[in-house]
T-cell receptor, first 113, second 110 residues
Framework: DADVTQTPRNRITKTGKRIMLECSQT?????MYWYRQDPGLGLRLIYY???????NKGEISDGYSVSRQAQAKFSLSLESAIPNQTALYFC????????????FGPGTRLTVT | GEDVEQSLFLSVREGDSSVINCTYT??????LYWYKQEPGAGLQLLTY?????DMKQDQRLTVLLNKKDKHLSLRIADTQTGDSAIYFC??????????FGTGTRLQVFP
């Protein structure tokens, strides 16, 4: 079984709809992250959480919110989706420590029409 | 600023060496990383280098770091079709936040 899972894997939604992307991990890591990937822009950090009571904004948090329901679960919400939020979204986890290897989920492809 | 830049594409013949380059701006970076993204998948860590090193070799992979020029490179020897992927460099300081580059799409042709 995959260590980091994301649901759904693909989603098409309309402008203005609320949508939630979910992430679960079995690695026992405290740290979790949400990124979006756009062609030519690489990965940009949306939100991150270093433990269950900790939530931090990344570089592009506007239009997004997150919830850390448990150590293993970190969900990303788009309150009112807009077309420029069409992207590939990745969840990642990491342990504490100096090397900071991040483990990524398979991604959710979101299309907002 | 925290920019990390890479060229977008690289095409090489199978069996040749590939060199993927990256420049970064934050001189306080402590670790620099190379991640690989295969089609339809998330990123996986390939290798990393601590900022006080200038070279690291791991089988077919060689990482070179020029801290003065803030330049990082990844050399893949004997490139195979299975190496076709997007390669991201990333930097971190003393936190677990990573700053990723734009990614370089490596295409290997026979």
């Amino acid at each position: 079984d995959a260590d980091v899972t994301q649901t759904p894997r693909n989603r098409i939604t309309k402008t203005g709809k609320r949508i939630m992307l979910e992430c679960s991990q079995t690695k026992g890591h405290d740290r979790m992250y949400w990124y979006r990937q756009d062609p030519g822009l690489g990965l940009r950090l949306i939100y991150y959480s270093f433990d269950v009571k900790d939530i931090n904004k990344g570089e592009i948090s506007d239009g997004y919110s997150v919830s850390r329901q448990a150590q293993a679960k970190f969900s990303l919400s788009l309150e009112s989706a807009i077309p420029n939020q069409t992207a590939l979204y990745f969840c990642a986890t990491s342990d504490t420590g100096t090397v900071a290897e991040q483990y990524f989920g398979p991604g959710t492809r979101l299309t907002v029409t | 600023g925290e920019d990390v830049e890479q060229s977008l594409f690289l095409s090489v013949r199978e069996g040749d060496s590939s060199v993927i380059n990256c420049t970064y701006t934050d001189s306080s970076s402590t670790y620099l990383y190379w991640y690989k993204q295969e089609p339809g998948a998330g990123l996986q860590l390939l290798t990393y280098i601590f900022s006080n090193m200038d070279m690291k070799q791991d089988q077919r992979l060689t990482v070179l770091l020029n801290k003065k020029d803030k330049h990082l490179s990844l050399r893949i020897a004997d490139t195979q079709t299975g190496d076709s992927a997007i390669y991201f460099c990333a930097e971190s300081r003393n936190t677990d936040k990573l700053i990723f580059g734009t990614g370089t799409r490596l295409q290997v042709f026979p």
